[in-house]
């Protein structure tokens, strides 16, 4: 029997998002900073929110939730969904947006502040975000990549390797970075160590708490009950992301571990601030696709005749465009707008976020056509089955048809199809900032950063840690979001339930 949701089950979201709002706006009381909203970060939060709008509305129907606890149960997905949040976490704190107050000089007490746009990302990787040298050095080097003209101490000039101003400056000779590198390295494992333990004690606190045992005996059931395997899985995980973070801060704060760019700047903080523009570009542009893709493609199998006709019409003509053309025309029309009319914007990081947000827009215009082709087939298939015919004798109207029986049974469909979407859009990036039509040239992406790279291959020596850090990037959250992606298919896909 269906479970009916609870008439309160929007309370504990909306206290989440209050509770973190207030949070939000008391920390920018009391640091002085003046908060910046940009339109992209308003969409994430409003992403987030519909989220925990969503999370709690399953958690209050048992047949919503059912497909879920299936997907909770197998140990791959799982994992791949904590990784999955940990780059949302760390876009999410990158789209805390804000301008620092600049010091008044003489008598003026007026606040002036700051043109750079900062989000919490920059603050907590600080360190790392300030240690620019003059150009190119190789991951873990304590001297430039090239030559340059050197002045000695006694006067001459030559050609050497100058040391960088930043990565191992605090070395005294080079014999002494391996075994300053792997002294560092046990320290942010110690670190990490010590994180992992104290957020395992503090669930096993709460479940001791809940299942009214000792604290050693929740300890015990964690590592032995065959049952909590999946617990197991999440926990080794989270420790695997933790010894990760904490090794590169330790190491990233002398060391520059992914090596810098052309303009000195670090790798590393480079691909890490590269994961909001990743998901942004995935889940803003699969936002806009959806209600094209799920109301068409349903509609033209169902209504078929004149409506199918017209609905096949559109696809077919936006197919027949070449993408990357009207991407391009699309991104320079915004260039224009945007040049001229530059009181509109008020600092560089509006107008890079104009361009991301028409980015996703003009992509998810132009990749809703291949789902709505498959939901059409599967609506063509699925109005002929006996109960929608009989639902269709009894009087049910379409629109009741659609939402209870078509939609329902091509949920597997979508759900997978968005995921791999993603995926794909992810990786479009980088091809479209290859031919000039991505995301701001002033934007850090891994777009930006392979192509920027790839000028790089054909010289000697190579720099090829851009490429090597961008696709790294890339490859875990790719590879979580397609792990996922088949868990969930299986559990949603009628056909592979268990009976």
Partial sequence: MRQVASPSWWIKPVTIIVLVIVALWSGFQLTGVKPVILTTDALLGLLVAGLLFLAAYIKQRSDLLEPWRQVSKRRIPVAAAVILAAYAVIAMIDSVHFRVPLESAGQDKTVHYSVEVSSLLDHFLQQIREQDESTYSAPFAIQLYSKEVVEREDGT??????????????????????????????????????LWLLIVSVIAFKRSRTMRASFGQVLLGLRNNPDARVLRTIMYTLLVILLLGTVAMELGAVYHIFGTSKVGQDVFYQAVKSIRTGLVIGTLTTLVMLPFAILLGTAAGYFRGWIDDVIQYIYTTLNSIPGVLLIAAAILSIQVYISNNPELFRTAADRADLRLLALCLILGVTSWTGLCRLLRGEALKLREMEYIQAARAFGVSPLTVLGRHIFPNVLHIVLIIVVLDFSGLVLAEAVLSYVGVGVDPSTISWGNMI??????????????????????????LVLAANLFADAVRDAFDPRMRSL
């Fill in 451 to 476: 192509n920027s790279a790839r000028m790089e291959m054909a010289r000697e020596p190579v720099v090829w840690w851009s490429l090597l850090a961008a696709f790294c990037f890339m490859f875990a």
């Fill in 157 to 194: 000039v030559t050609r050497d390797y100058p040391r960088l101003q930043y990565g191992g400056a605090h070395l005294q000779h080079i014999d002494e970075r391996a075994a300053d590198i792997t002294w560092r390295t046990f320290s942010g494992l110690i670190k990490g160590v010590v």
